[in-house]
């Protein structure tokens, strides 16, 4: 682990004894790790923190086991932004052995949202003492981001509606980077991961007499090279795309002389804007379909679209960046990292309201990695940027300033 000290990046209300708690709560989050929307004690030991720190409202049970609270500032002001964390961890088989290495069998904080409870634990904290703001700020803590669409569970059970917020803000640890540096685009940050079954039905028969039959391999064969096409002629070349086909079953490898009846293919589609999104679905369908039909055979589509492309909307991206470099210097903000094709489910939240998803660089093992454990020094730094720009950003909502400096 990376034992660079960064306090002289963070808001001092996060040093010192502050600094030590969040990483005491940080640690006992990764002793106890819980897997996708169950995360009971977690979220308890959050809502009973929240109490502790006296913010106003404590909201259980939101889509499960998320947790939300809402601070009110003591200035004037109704805008409202929200900050949000996600607190599951993997089913993955810790390796390490720190002395707070998990405790559960095969679970562990592989991807730090022990560290991104913690910090907006910090963040919660410093915001419902000084109160310096107009408005509210909603806290959204939120399970099952690793496949389990947590995010879009809490909106299904009225996140928006119930708790309003004009804006939210997020961030994810990153391993590639270093610590004390923040990077972040003004667009996508991450990709829309879907993916997509094509069933192919022929007519099968004796493979010696294939006049008799409406070959539906042939057709597949066919239909994966034309899905080629998807990106190299229909995208636009300043875009991008993944149309990946990863497996292809027919038939008995047995059974050298039967040319089946049936075939289907699987495969991953990668995007990163709703309108790149909307054509590889649409052409997916059509070229399977109609390629099929000209080989005597039929083919359909099931299109899964799991999470959709993390993006920033640009204002929000770049006040959040100002905010970074108040504490880290302009000189350690990255404003155009490339994004990325793995997928986030804060996406959903982006897509409802405008928004950013940084990330805060901490070195060391990659997540998703039995050796990854959250980086404590970079507590205070997180939990300084998502305060920092709930205060401000409030200020600009309320039209009392116009920066983030
Ligand atoms: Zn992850
Ligand atoms: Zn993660």
Redesign the pocket.
Known sequence: MNSVNLDKYSDPFFLGETKEELRRIRQDFHVHPEIGLVTPRTSRIIADLLKDYGVDEVHEGVGGDGVVGVIYGKLPGEASVGLRADIDA?PLKELSNHDHVSQVEGAMHA?GHDGHAAALLGAAKKLASERNFGGKVVLVFQPG??GWSGAKHMMEDGLFERFPMQEIYAFHNSSAIEPGRIALNYGAMQAAADAFTIVVKGKGGHASRPNLNHDPVIAAAHIILALQTIVSREVDPLETAVVSCCSLQAGDPRAQSVCPDSCQIVGTARTFSPEVRDLVEKRIGEISASIAVGLGCTAETDYGRFYPPCINTPEQAAFMADVAAGFVGEENVDRNYPRMAGGEDFAFMLEKVPGAYIRIGQGGAS??NPYFDFNDEILPLAASVLAATAEKRLQKLNGGGNSAE
């Open positions: 993997l991807c981001e690793e997540a998703h």
